[in-house]
């Protein structure tokens, strides 16, 4: 009986999976759907396991840099190819070479299909690595000194089909080249250039989000639980000690409003000619390093990003559903919102910004329409901060939209429907924010 387990995240035959907002990109996380070929039965299933085979096994990645060439090597090591039979994966023949393993391997344009051995296995390639997301904009780059990229676009995602229960237990180690200093990544370090890399969402477990490395200036903070670093190219333009302090100011709001914060967070950040905006990954984020910590308007460019790292709500979009804007409203809401409880602007401030956002997205008759970007964002902010009102009112302020947000944290894909079902679950039937016009 096999068990397959799908982990497709960043890239997928169909391009990149991620939502871009204007100035973020959201990473989407795991999706482990479990399919199992019932050929026998859970008992001789049993019987045909022998007991005191262990089923973890050892996965472990070995990352090289070549600046000079613009690519990275990868070696993906598995000391007990019986457990992790099978592993598919989107060729992109644009970026990715060299590719080879022991055990049968097939490569086309299309894919990558790797039967393991029973024993030792590796496969190697060869990746491209500097990438633009739009011309002149770039979401992943090397130079003679430094790399910034994210670990979802070295390592592919794959389709594996493993024993059923077996689970890696998964390393990444580094190789940096001569000159360069270290390297940053959102995954608890190990030591020196060795990272543990443990999702509990999936059993093949992958070095996702922001990484960076080379000759870096780097600042560090231990907020509660959480370890920061924010870590720019030296010469960077990013004012570290600024979000570092930001971060430690704002953080107590934002472990009170999700109650669940990481264990580590990496802010990475870099100026032109890489993409002018924030992007989330689920351990770390990027952020241009000429984009203000608060906006004109009010936002706050780094806690949109934190929410959406934070929370990990992505809206329910694509056959039939559209709820993008309730991941984007959110993350634009509490983008002031938290600012405002951490004492950082006054209720004036925050009535003025929720008034702009009210006219600029004033033309808006529906929130369900697709990527929700500009106007449509703004209007679900301002749906959001009156649903959070009644939601007080009628709990006698004893919940609040916070309540509802960490319902949908456990959920992670959200919907209209799972918003009201929360909702109603805190205060009742009958709210009007939900007989509003712009959720037709
Ligand atoms: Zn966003």
Redesign the pocket.
């Known amino acids: 009986m096999l068990h397959l387990s799908f982990d497709y995240l960043g890239r997928s035959s169909a391009g990149r999976v991620g939502k871009v907002?204007g100035a973020?990109l959201?990473l989407l996380f795991a999706v482990a759907l479990g399919a199992v070929a019932a050929e026998t039965t859970p008992e001789s299933a049993e019987k045909a396991q022998p007991e005191a085979e262990p089923r973890s096994y050892s996965l472990k990645y070995d990352l090289a840099f070549q600046p000079e060439k613009d690519t990275a090597t990868i070696r993906i090591a598995i000391d007990k190819g019986r457990l992790l039979r099978r592993m598919e994966f989107t060729n992109l023949p644009d970026r990715y070479s060299d590719i080879e393993a022991n055990g049968d391997l097939t490569v086309t344009p299309e894919k990558v299909v790797w039967k393991l051995p029973d024993e030792s296995a590796w496969l190697s390639m060869t990746v491209r690595v500097t990438h633009a997301k739009r011309p002149d904009a770039y979401d992943a780059m090397m130079t003679e000194d430094w790399a910034i990229f994210r670990g979802d676009d070295l390592i592919p995602s794959a389709a594996t089909e493993e024993v059923p229960g077996a689970y890696a237990i998964a390393t990444l180690d580094v190789s940096l080249p001569k000159g360069w200093k270290s390297i940053e990544t959102g995954w608890p370090r190990k030591k020196g250039t060795t990272f543990r890399i443990d999702n509990p969402d999936r059993l093949y477990d992958r070095p996702v989000g922001w990484m960076i490395a080379g000759k870096l200036g780097t600042r560090r903070s231990k907020i509660g639980t959480t370890s920061l670093a924010v870590s720019a190219p030296k010469g960077s333009a990013l004012k570290r000690m600024e979000v570092l302090t930001f971060l430690n100011f704002v953080w107590p709001e934002v472990k009170k409003a999700f109650s669940e914060v990481p264990e580590k967070l990496l802010v990475v950040g870099m100026g032109d000619p890489m993409w002018r905006g924030g992007l989330s990954a689920s351990n770390s984020l990027f952020l241009h390093a000429e984009r203000p910590l608060v906006s004109e308007n009010g936002t706050s460019p780094l806690i949109?990003?934190l929410t959406?790292m934070v929370t990990r709500i992505r809206g329910a979009k694509g056959d039939g559903a559209n709820d993008d804007w309730i991941?984007?409203g959110l993350?634009?809401f509490y983008s002031f919102e938290l600012l405002y409880r951490a004492g950082g602007m006054t209720k004036s401030r925050r009535k003025s910004i929720l008034t702009k956002l009210s006219k600029w997205g004033k033309e808006v008759s529906s929130l369900r329409e697709g990527d929700s970007k500009g106007p449509v964002t703004a209007r679900a902010v301002v749906w959001i901060d009156e649903l959070d009102r009644e939601i007080r009112r009628r709990s006698d302020g004893a919940s609040s939209i916070d309540d509802v947000t960490r319902d949908l944290m456990k959920l992670r894909k959200v919907g209209l429907d799972d918003l009201k079902a929360s909702v109603e679950a805190l205060v009742g039937e009958d709210v009007a924010a939900f007989r509003s016009s712009v959720l037709e």
Request: with cysteine; glycine share 0%.
């Open positions: 907002c973020c959201v949109h990003e959406h991941a984007e993350a634009e």
